[in-house]
């Protein structure tokens, strides 16, 4: 039976104020090296960074001009941190010991957490008399698989879509729905998608055969 998320949070909580101040700051230094001195960390600054200059050339191509530029001295930068932290990890042993002991911790974590964590259901609604599936449901899709759990966590997901029959005999999508949660740095937040397809028109084609004749001799 997974733990619910309001139980585990209220947990971590507890779990929290029995700490001391010098207990709760050596535990945000530690997290915060963690995330520093990750190989996934250039990366993934990168990726943010090439998001942002996506976004803005997209809304003002003209920006392109200075944004790209200052994306590829970021990549430079990125590339130098990720070189960094290789030597760190060749030429100092203590630093590498100890990674792998947080690392061997985080495996043991992740793997008590999967076996406490939600489990995902699909539910399938068909149509008795054609055998048709008419509509899907996704809820609380599991997602920590996803790299980068430090950055962004993916909480909820729920997905839905419904079928409709335009035409005799012809099933096409109705709509669908999606809703995603999330926890940032700076809290949680919430995505909701939803589409409709309506308006389905029946192709009608033509054709015509013909045969040229021979030409004579």
């Known amino acids: 039976m997974a733990t619910p998320a309001k139980v585990r949070e209220k947990l971590e909580a507890e779990v929290s104020a029995r700490r001391s101040d010098a207990q709760q ?3 945000r230094r530690l997290y915060w090296q963690e995330l520093l001195t990750s190989l996934w960390a250039p990366f993934t600054c990168f990726a943010l960074a090439l998001i942002l200059y996506t976004v803005i050339v997209e809304t003002s191509t003209p920006a392109y001009l200075w944004a790209q530029p200052t994306l590829k001295i970021f990549g430079c930068l990125m590339i130098g941190w990720f070189i960094g ?4 990890r060749l030429l100092f042993t203590q630093f590498r010991q100890m ?5 061997q911790a985080r495996e043991l974590e992740q793997d008590i957490e999967h076996k406490m964590n939600k489990s995902s259901q699909v539910t399938l609604w068909v149509d008795p008399a054609t055998h048709q599936i008419v509509k899907y449901t ?16 993916v909480d909820d997901l729920r997905a839905s879509m419904e079928m409709q029959q335009p035409f005799a005999g012809v099933w096409l999508p109705k709509n669908i ?7 940032v740095a700076l809290g949680p937040m919430e995505v909701t998608y939803h589409r409709e397809f309506k308006n389905y028109r029946r192709a009608d084609v033509s054709s015509k055969v013909t045969v040229p004749k021979k030409e004579q001799p």
């Open 85 to 88: 932290l290789w030597i760190a």
């Open 138 to 153: 996704f809820d609380n899709v599991w997602m920590d698989f996803l790299p980068a759990a430090w950055l962004v966590r």
């Open 177 to 183: 729905n999606i809703h995603g949660g999330a926890t």
């Open 99 to 103: 990674r792998r002991l947080r690392h």
């Open 25 to 27: 700051r050596a535990s």
